[in-house]
């Protein structure tokens, strides 16, 4: 059985605009991910697949994040709308369709990457509160089993995490 890794990060924290979707980083979102990013390359967190909300304050995470992280030219980033509004289950059907991918960065929202965390650990965040909590610029660093070439409930646990 192939065990994988996944981070799991919120944006940085986001200032005000029209309307949610559009809303940017604040300068204290900017130092957010400027810490969290520099704590990946000091544990040597290096994805080879970056999944983005649409969102203009996850795309902003994901271009600061990319400039500290220096991935490989190779490295793919993909900005999907499927992770803005996000539940566990548009999250686990974005990574479903990357599954052989190993090291996933996945930039989302809440309440769906709490929510996402507490079911891959095999907690019902229905019945009791969240696993992880994501404040802005959180990651949580999850290894996980793909079984019958799927993610499913209780197949993770947590490896590290960082509230910056």
């Known amino acids: 059985m192939s065990l994988y890794r996944l981070f799991l990060m919120r944006h940085g924290e986001a200032g005000w605009a029209k309307d949610d979707f559009s809303r940017p980083l604040t300068v204290s979102g900017r130092r957010q991910i400027k810490i969290s990013g520099n704590w990946m390359v000091e544990k040597s967190y290096i994805p080879s697949l970056t999944l983005c909300s649409s969102s203009a304050r996850t795309r902003e995470t994901q271009s600061i994040l990319r400039r500290i992280l220096t991935v490989a030219s190779d490295h793919q ?10 539940t566990r289950d548009s999250i686990r059907d974005a990574l479903f369709s990357k599954s052989s991918s190993s090291d996933i960065l996945l930039i989302g929202h809440n309440p769906g990457l709490d929510d996402f965390v507490s079911w891959m650990c095999g907690v019902d965040s229905s019945s009791v509160d969240a696993l992880f909590n994501f404040n802005t610029g959180s990651i949580c660093v999850l290894q996980y089993a793909l079984e019958n070439n799927a993610i499913t409930f209780g197949s993770g646990h947590i490896l590290d995490s960082l509230h910056p």
């Open 77 to 86: 980033a993909i900005t999907m709308d499927s992770l803005y509004d996000s």
